[in-house]
């Protein structure tokens, strides 16, 4: 896919705050600031309850949400197409599918090979599928709650 170097530079981001040396790197230093701090009189730039640091980690944590709600934004995105089209090639292979029955259903008239075509199974599989029909059932079975029973027709 092509993505912006915007995209590039994010993922590449995440990928390094997600890291296990990021958290080391990140307790390191925060040990080290929090020792510097409560040394000496002297040598304190940021002491007791370390303000400094805690403005500094609030504005990494701000970034990095940004950072991973763009990233969670486009992998939506992604996803999306990839829905679109997997019903696109799920409609093909259903019309496919019922002409292959129909002259399933021609060949068995053909000869005299009925009581397999005349099941109302088969009935029901070579009829031409209405999508509208069908998004309309979908939408009902996920709104009724109950996502596991089948869509009947």
Do not use: Y
């Amino acid at each position: 896919m092509n993505r912006s170097v915007a995209e590039r530079v994010g993922d590449r981001i995440i990928e390094v705050a997600g890291s296990g040396l990021s958290v080391l790197v990140h307790v390191l230093f925060f040990g080290a600031w929090i020792i510097a701090n409560s040394a000496e009189e002297r040598v304190r730039f940021d002491p007791f309850p370390f303000s400094l640091l805690t403005s500094i980690v609030s504005l990494e944590a701000i970034i990095l949400t940004l950072f991973v709600l763009a990233n969670q934004k486009r992998q939506m995105r992604e996803a999306d197409k990839r829905a679109h089209l997997d019903l696109q090639v799920n409609l093909l292979s259903e019309q496919e599918m019922t002409i292959l029955l129909r002259m399933l259903r021609e060949l068995c008239i053909n000869f005299d090979l009925t009581e397999t075509i005349q099941s109302r199974a088969f009935q029901e599989l070579i009829k031409k599928t209405d999508v509208a029909d069908l998004a309309d059932r979908v939408e009902q079975t996920l709104n009724s709650g109950d996502a596991t029973r089948p869509i009947s027709g």
